[in-house]
């Protein structure tokens, strides 16, 4: 057991990234049980290592070059997806940020800055900046 979780921890590309997120995890838990109860947390954790297995999984089966290709795409269509919360958002407290899609509600700013960080990647690695 040990000897493969050597070996998937060993295969990983981006290890300074992925213990950046741990620790920054780490950080939250800790400022968030001196301020929340225990089911809260528990909730968390269970947000967290499905986002894992979600990232892991997306790892396995997007290609970066899909995003690389369709980066105008996405933040196009994101764009569009904001301008339809403008004309069909939902108002809540007094601002107009979540948008009702049957039983489910969206907030498209979430999704845009997720968008915009793709389109930014891609645009940059078009474009490299020049160092001189």
Known sequence: MLDYLYRL???IPEKDLLLTVLAIFCMGLLALSSAASGAFLTKQLIFFFVAIILVALSYRLFD???????????YFLNIGLLIVLKVAGTSVLGSQRWLKLGPVSI?????????????????????PIRTY
Do not use: D, G
């Open 9 to 11: 921890i060993r295969n």
């Open 64 to 74: 970066i070059s899909f995003f690389q290709n369709y980066a105008t795409v996405i």
């Open 107 to 127: 907030q498209p700013s979430e999704i845009a800055k997720i968008c915009l960080i793709i389109y930014l990647a891609a645009w940059l690695a078009k474009h």
